[in-house]
């Protein structure tokens, strides 16, 4: 079964950094827009980043544009987000997945398990 494992979370403290990765087992990686999403306990699930196939153009929602960087390498089938200057807001379990277009970020399949990010004060 096609899936997607995402894993690099954990606690951090406020001001830290982590790089999330998210592993594809599917062939369509190196031809699919990418994005990752977050959901906050209580909260609807929303968008973080999105990249092209190309990797040429990138997408940052504005809670996490200077923070954050998306990226991936296409012969790893692997997706990164580096998050740095982590805000006890970015608390969260943070997903990735195929989308439409890496500035419209509506996903293409089904979720992964997600990886939780923890910040604290």
């Known amino acids: 079964q096609v899936q997607l494992v995402e894993s690099g979370g954990g606690l951090v403290q406020a001001g830290g950094s982590l790089r999330l990765s998210c592993a594809d087992s599917?062939?369509?990686?190196?031809?699919?827009?990418m994005g990752w999403f977050r959901q906050a306990p209580g909260k609807e699930r929303e968008s973080v980043a999105g990249?092209?196939?190309?990797?040429?153009?990138?997408y940052y929602a504005d809670s996490v544009k200077g923070r954050a960087t998306i990226s991936r390498d296409n012969a790893k089938k692997t997706l990164y987000l580096q998050m740095n200057s982590l805000k006890p807001e970015d608390t969260a379990v943070y997903y990735c997945n195929a989308v439409t277009s890496s500035s419209n970020l509506t996903p293409l399949r089904s979720w992964g398990q997600g990886t939780q990010v923890t910040v604290s004060s």
């Open positions: 599917g062939r369509s990686f190196s031809i699919s827009d």
């Open positions: 990249i092209s196939w190309t990797g040429a153009r990138t």
